[in-house]
Every structure is written in structure tokens, then in C-alpha cells.
């Protein structure tokens, strides 16, 4: 059976072969798949040669930096980053974790819908068997087998169990990240806020944001 | 803080501060089972709150998506 080209690079199965999920290469007619592997090898070629793999790094990430700006022109950016010093020692912070992998609670829960501005609260002590995903932006196979590569709760509770962290926050927030269009300033403007609202309420220091 | 697997969206977005970790995306804190790589890559993005003092610092987490001792990395970090 002849390969289609475009097999190469779509998003796999397996975690053996993703080194190319960061190009959403189905996206890409073949006569540009031609150049992205062209452009790979080339600067393997001369990787290899000086011994320098960052230029592979770079190169991967000017790639995603224009599929990006193609997929989602409406992409948001910001001038300059928000600031609040952090000045207090990890074991006496309390810490929140954020997901935008589409994480919710299996039972009494709506699963999201895709672009979809609004979050779920998972109490930060629910059994990660009780948790469920939705997101159909990346590919949640590992996510599935342990919800920790995305939601590193459990590793959360060892921290405040042994001190590392002072405590976590009652709450947890699932977002799903493939918010276009009309839903971003809701985002931005109602469901975000609300939810940094429900953080200051539970006095939380610091959020860990995990992003998909 | 952030834990991103792309640097565009931290260079756009600008978050206070990210940990950009080399992960196929999907698995931003490591491989399914790994505890050790997800606890050494949550212990990095905290220390980000310790550590960073200019807003919008995109720190490069220097590990390998594979093939890197995790365990011996959170021995020596017990001590």
C-alpha cells in the first residue's frame, strides 16, 4: 500500500512516534509536508555536523509559530505580563491547579463542547478515576492512561502531604483550551474571572496552569 | 505559573512566569506512570514562584522527554 505523505506526520497513536505533534500537519497540503520534511532534514544535516540541535528547536518552532498565527489569526497576545511578587516559601503557599485540557467530573458534570468558554470545578480531593476529559484539539491518549501528564493532582497531594507545598486549594478549574471567535472575550471577560474570583475567595497564593 | 509545550503561546500571551517543557503536546508534565518526571517537572514550574523576579520569564525546563534518569534526579533532590 503506497504511504501518503501526510501519514508521516499526523497526529499518531502511540507516544513512540509524536516527535512531530507540534506540527498540525493534516492541516498541510502535501506540497507543504515536502517542504517542512525537506526543511527537517536540512537542518539535521548541518545539526549533526556542528553538533548544534537547537537549530532543530528553532526550526520546529517557527513552524508552530506560523501554523498557529494560521489556524487562529484571532490568536490573543498581550504587551507586557501581569505581576504580583510571590514572597512567601512554597511550604507555606497555598496552591491551585488550573488544567485547559478539558478535564471534568465524570458524574453530575456537563463534558465541555468544543469551543467552550466555561470551566468545571473539580474539588482538588476527587479520586482521579472520578475524572473524565474532553478536547478534541490534541491527542489525550496519555492523558487518558494517567490524568497526571495533564493534571498532575496526585503529585499535588504527595507535596502537601509531605510538606513541600503548604496546602492545596479545595478546588481545582477545568478549562478546555480551543476557545475562537466570539466565546474569547467571554472567556476573558466572564468565565476567567469568575474563576480567579473563586481562587482569592479560597485564599489561594499561586496557580499551577497546565496547558494542552 | 505556566507549564507550556510551545514557546509562541507564553511569547504572545505572556503569563508571569513559564515553564517551557520540550513534550509532545498533550502531556505537559511527562509520560503516563512517570512519577518521578511529573513530580520534578511540577517541583520546577513551582520554584518558578521562588526563583523568577521579571515578569513574563520563559524558563527552558533542561530535560529530555525521554531517556532521562528521573528517579536519580529526585534522589539527589531528597538527598
Same mark, same amino acid.
Given at each position: 500500500?503506497?504511504? /501518503?505523505?501526510?501519514?508521516?506526520?499526523?497526529?499518531?497513536?502511540?507516544?513512540?512516534?509524536?516527535a #512531530?505533534?507540534?506540527?498540525?500537519?493534516?492541516?498541510?497540503?502535501?506540497?507543504?509536508? @515536502?517542504r $517542512?520534511f525537506?526543511?527537517?532534514?536540512?537542518? =539535521?544535516?548541518?545539526?549533526?555536523? /556542528?553538533?548544534?540541535w537547537?537549530?532543530?528547536?528553532?526550526?520546529?518552532?517557527?513552524? !508552530?509559530?506560523?501554523?498557529?498565527?494560521?489556524?487562529?489569526?484571532n490568536?490573543?497576545?498581550?504587551?507586557?505580563?501581569?505581576? =504580583?511578587?510571590?514572597?512567601?516559601?512554597?511550604?507555606?503557599?497555598?496552591?491551585?491547579?488550573?488544567? *485547559?485540557?478539558?478535564?471534568? @467530573?465524570? !458524574?453530575?458534570?456537563?463534558?465541555?463542547?468544543?469551543?467552550d468558554?466555561?470551566?468545571?470545578v473539580?474539588?482538588?480531593?476527587?479520586?482521579?478515576?472520578?475524572?473524565?476529559? $474532553?478536547?478534541?484539539?490534541?491527542?489525550?491518549?496519555?492523558? !487518558?492512561?494517567?490524568?497526571?501528564?495533564?493534571?498532575?493532582?496526585?503529585?499535588?497531594r504527595?507535596?502537601? =502531604? !509531605?510538606?513541600?507545598?503548604?496546602s492545596?486549594?479545595?478546588?481545582? $478549574?477545568?478549562?478546555? +483550551?480551543?476557545?475562537?471567535?466570539?466565546?474569547i472575550?467571554?472567556?476573558m471577560?466572564?468565565t476567567?474571572? +469568575?474563576?480567579?474570583?473563586?481562587?482569592?475567595?479560597?485564599?489561594?497564593d =499561586?496557580?499551577?496552569?497546565?496547558? *494542552? | 505559573? @505556566?507549564?507550556?509545550?510551545?514557546?509562541?503561546?507564553?511569547?504572545?500571551?505572556?503569563?508571569?512566569?513559564?515553564?517551557?517543557?520540550?513534550?509532545p503536546?498533550?502531556?505537559?508534565?511527562?509520560?503516563?506512570?512517570?512519577? /518521578?518526571?511529573?513530580?520534578?517537572?511540577?517541583?520546577?514550574?513551582?520554584?518558578?514562584?521562588?526563583?523568577?523576579?521579571?515578569? +513574563? *520569564?520563559?524558563?527552558?525546563?533542561?530535560?529530555?522527554?525521554?531517556?532521562? /534518569? #528521573?528517579?536519580?534526579?529526585?534522589?539527589?533532590?531528597?538527598?
Amino acid at each position: 500500500m503506497p504511504i /501518503d505523505l501526510r501519514d508521516l506526520a499526523r497526529l499518531p497513536p502511540s507516544i513512540e512516534n509524536m516527535a #512531530f505533534s507540534k506540527i498540525r500537519v493534516e492541516r498541510l497540503s502535501e506540497d507543504e509536508v @515536502v517542504r $517542512f520534511f525537506n526543511g527537517l532534514y536540512q537542518a =539535521a544535516l548541518l545539526s549533526h555536523d /556542528d553538533g548544534d540541535w537547537s537549530r532543530v528547536d528553532s526550526y520546529l518552532n517557527e513552524w !508552530e509559530r506560523d501554523l498557529v498565527s494560521r489556524v487562529n489569526p484571532n490568536a490573543i497576545s498581550f504587551d507586557s505580563s501581569p505581576w =504580583a511578587a510571590f514572597e512567601k516559601p512554597l511550604s507555606e503557599a497555598r496552591i491551585a491547579l488550573i488544567t *485547559t485540557g478539558g478535564v471534568y @467530573v465524570r !458524574e453530575g458534570q456537563e463534558p465541555f463542547v468544543d469551543d467552550d468558554p466555561s470551566y468545571r470545578v473539580i474539588p482538588s480531593a476527587a479520586p482521579t478515576s472520578d475524572l473524565a476529559i $474532553f478536547h478534541e484539539h490534541y491527542d489525550t491518549s496519555n492523558a !487518558e492512561k494517567d490524568i497526571n501528564v495533564i493534571f498532575p493532582i496526585e503529585r499535588l497531594r504527595e507535596m502537601e =502531604a !509531605e510538606g513541600a507545598i503548604g496546602s492545596l486549594a479545595i478546588d481545582a $478549574f477545568g478549562f478546555m +483550551g480551543y476557545i475562537v471567535g466570539d466565546n474569547i472575550p467571554r472567556l476573558m471577560e466572564e468565565t476567567a474571572p +469568575g474563576a480567579a474570583r473563586a481562587l482569592r475567595a479560597d485564599n489561594v497564593d =499561586a496557580a499551577l496552569v497546565g496547558t *494542552t | 505559573m @505556566v507549564v507550556n509545550q510551545g514557546l509562541q503561546q507564553p511569547m504572545r500571551v505572556k503569563p508571569p512566569r513559564t515553564l517551557y517543557v520540550k513534550h509532545p503536546y498533550g502531556q505537559p508534565f511527562g509520560q503516563p506512570g512517570a512519577v /518521578d518526571q511529573q513530580r520534578t517537572i511540577v517541583e520546577d514550574a513551582l520554584n518558578l514562584l521562588e526563583t523568577v523576579t521579571e515578569p +513574563g *520569564t520563559i524558563a527552558h525546563s533542561p530535560y529530555k522527554w525521554r531517556r532521562e /534518569d #528521573f528517579s536519580a534526579i529526585r534522589r539527589e533532590r531528597r538527598g
